[in-house]
């Protein structure tokens, strides 16, 4: 049951042969990963930010940092607990990792904390106050208390710690009040108590309805303590937050597989501790008495300085001041579809075209779904969907379409970190809806983005796609820069309907005309695209490669990308994460450069082009879009499409404008050293922003009557 693999009978170079057989010529992948969290905390450190990102920045490494934990540093330890040592690529072991990791870490969360200490400051200086209870004025301290009796108390369960009423169950990334108590009226009356914070409580409550003052959650529980803990007084108190193991394992044998995910979800909420946040200094007997109530270890223990879970000081975000946030800017909505009056059938069909959110509008996603859920004419939808949105229009219309009595069929990936449950329920909504709904594989987690939408038109079938380098989610598209590809184009339909039955039925076609999948052949053709480029340089002529992803990290594309380095092919990747590659180094990777754009979007485009002996940028240049990341899994796990682009205009786009902008951008950009520090691009000349420069000029293939009075835009000028 295997798809014939697309022959490459273009000259191929040997790559083989790595230039270097020594482990140090990659990067440690979490290292890398931590190197990334750093830039992202640097954004919130830089002042020319908006205070209000600014915090959101540092919430966000927050986050990230917790995932890292639950996720890496949880499977590093299961394999250190099970006697699995196997050597990283940079050749390190297991244990030493996780010090290298834990040294990050720690480094990093002092970072956070002190950045978080500096806002607060400066927060408090524009009227935005997280004050302790002893600022609380007695006219507060009334507001509070109402608040405090009617909306939080009812949810609090106090639980004292004796032989008759065991610890409680603490879920991951749960926080927990840990309180030495004595008696009113004998002080030699001790109790010891124990109280979770609700999960869906606010971390940060607010002073009054219309203020921009706020109390912590702790610090008000124990403001109003005697109301937990009549006739007890309070000696000593502290706050944990643990993190827990929480990545699946799914057996390979599960007949029933959403019932299997669902034991598996319930599995992870009680995952091994792998973590725990207390603030700094904690108590010596609290600290131990937690450990060991809750089955962890003190090692795993990390003080800290301001706050515990750095991650939920994103609910002052939502504070009303706008002037402390970045602009707003007009999403644009691609002209030539207004053109046809809306009809993004006939727009597509006129030509092909690419949608650049967030700077275009993910509706039009939307109203291409919608308009087939409605249109008579059309008689089926296939849907991928990895990730989407609580109320997802995607979802939506695909319900509009089955209860249409189209044949819609959704692929659902259940294997999606995180958004499982959300994904469990979309299932079973869509089912009750009449939509035939399928999981892909058990061993593959299907992460390509697609639709396909068959319509009738004077006689015949015809078919339109739409193909994304994003998930099909309408909150994250306002923030994630991603590519939308619509096409009629009779070969990249029929290869989307191989793909979907391939998945659906394991009906293996004998090839694809034009679309690259994994984990088919991707690695495969990556590998003949780089071997052209090196037979091109080894030729004489021109010989380029540019690439654009969020992470690298296979071993045997690293090694082809050293030996075009060393044949001279010019290689300039921009890749906002894990960077495995070494670039710049002598006799390695001297023609090698790789960038990281940390900005307001958070960039997640993947873009490769190869230049295939015209240099780049070339109209003649090997352009492809994809859902794939350049790591192993990617290859060998997951389904992923790789997409040739070839209308000029949207070739122009992707190539000339968007890959141009990001490798002229020096505002936002970090360069990768070879000894693996990222330091701030130098601004040589004029500043340049690329995510400036999409939301204020328009894209070329969506323009439609406008593009003929347009100015030609000339990023190269000045690159």
């Known amino acids: 049951m295997s798809i014939k693999k697309q022959s490459f009978s273009e000259p191929q170079a040997d790559l083989t042969t790595s230039p270097t057989r020594s482990p140090t010529r990659f990067i440690n992948r979490e290292l890398s990963w931590l190197a990334f969290n750093h830039r992202v905390v640097q954004e919130a450190l830089r002042l020319s930010n908006p205070l209000l990102e600014r915090l959101k920045f540092l919430s966000i490494s927050s986050s990230n940092l917790d995932e890292f934990i639950m996720v890496r540093v949880a499977g590093l330890k299961d394999q250190l607990a099970n006697n699995i040592d196997i050597l990283s690529a940079d050749g390190r072991t297991t244990q030493q990792q996780l010090d290298e990791i834990a040294k990050e870490i720690t480094n990093l969360v002092e970072i956070q904390q002190n950045c978080w200490q500096q806002i607060r400051q400066e927060l408090s200086a524009q009227d935005i106050n997280i004050i302790g209870a002893e600022a609380i004025s007695a006219e507060e301290k009334i507001i509070l208390q109402q608040e405090f009796e009617q909306n939080i108390f009812p949810a609090l369960t106090p639980i004292a710690l004796d032989t008759a009423h065991p610890f409680p169950h603490l879920p991951n990334l749960g ?69 827990r193991d929480s990545d699946l394992e799914i057996s390979d044998e599960a007949d029933d597989l959403i019932l299997h995910y669902e034991t598996a979800l319930k599995q992870r909420r009680l995952g091994e501790i792998v973590h725990i946040e207390a603030n700094a200094p904690v108590l010596e007997h609290l600290r131990d008495l937690f450990v060991r109530q809750a089955q962890a270890k003190t090692e795993d223990v990390l003080e800290v300085a301001q706050m515990v879970a750095l991650n939920q000081i994103a609910e002052i975000y939502n504070c009303a001041r706008p002037e402390l946030k970045f602009p707003s800017f007009n999403v644009r909505f691609p002209e030539r579809i207004r053109d046809y009056d809306g009809d993004c059938f006939a727009a597509i069909r006129a030509k092909d075209i690419v949608v650049h959110h967030p700077f275009e509008d993910f509706d039009v996603v939307v109203q291409f779904l919608r308009q087939a859920a409605h249109d008579a004419d059309v008689v089926s939808i296939k849907q991928t969907l990895y990730r989407t949105s609580k109320d997802s229009p995607i979802v939506s219309a695909l319900i509009e379409a089955a209860e249409a009595g189209k044949s819609v069929t959704a692929l659902v990936e259940l294997k999606a970190r995180f958004d499982e449950e959300a994904n469990i329920k979309w299932a079973r909504d869509l089912e009750r809806a009449g939509v035939q709904v399928v999981y892909g594989f058990v061993k593959l987690k299907t992460h390509a983005k697609m639709s396909l939408v068959v319509r009738r038109e004077e006689g015949n079938l015809c078919s339109y796609a739409h193909f994304g380098t994003g998930n099909y989610h309408p909150i994250t598209a306002k923030i994630y820069t991603d590519i939308s590809f619509f096409t009629c184009d009779a070969a990249l339909c029929k290869d989307a309907m191989y793909l979907f039955n391939y998945i659906t039925g394991y009906a293996a076609p004998d090839q694809f005309a034009e679309i690259i999948a994994a984990p088919v052949n991707l690695r495969q053709a990556l590998l003949a695209k780089i071997s052209e480029e090196i037979a091109h340089a080894q030729a004489g002529r021109p010989a380029a490669i540019w690439a654009k992803m969020n992470a690298l990290v296979d071993e045997t594309i690293i ?53 295939a002996g015209q240099g780049i940028p070339s109209p003649e240049a090997k352009l492809y879009i ?52 990222y330091v701030r691009t130098k601004i040589v000349g004029k500043e340049f922003s690329a995510h400036d420069y999409f939301m204020q000029n328009p894209s070329l293939s969506g323009r439609g009557k406008a593009l003929r009075s347009a100015k030609k835009i000339k990023l190269l000028d000045n690159k």
Request: net charge positive.
């Open 175 to 243: 926080c927990a009040l840990l309180f030495e108590l004595e008696h009113v009226d004998n002080s030699k009356r001790q109790q010891l108590a124990i109280l979770p914070l609700p999960p869906k409580l606010p971390r940060f409550v607010k002073i009054g309805e219309h203020s921009c003052r706020f109390i912590l959650l702790e610090d008000l529980i124990k403001l109003f303590f005697s109301a937990l803990f009549p006739r007890f007084q309070l000696k000593n108190s502290e706050i944990f937050r643990i993190i």
């Open 559 to 611: 090694d082809a990308l050293y030996v075009a380095s060393q044949a001279g092919v010019q290689i300039d990747l921009v890749i906002r994460g894990i960077c495995c590659l070494r670039p710049q180094v002598k006799g390695l990777s001297e023609n090698i450069r790789v960038k990281s754009i940390v900005g307001r979007f958070l960039e997640h485009a993947r873009i490769f082009c190869f230049g």
């Open 626 to 677: 994809s859902s794939a990341d350049w790591m192993m899994r990617n290859f060998d796990r997951r389904v992923e499409i790789m997409v040739p682009i070839k209308n000029p205009t949207v070739h122009a786009q992707i190539l000339d404008q968007i890959m141009v902008a990001n490798l002229k951008d020096n505002l936002s950009s970090w360069e990768l050293q070879s000894d693996g520090n």
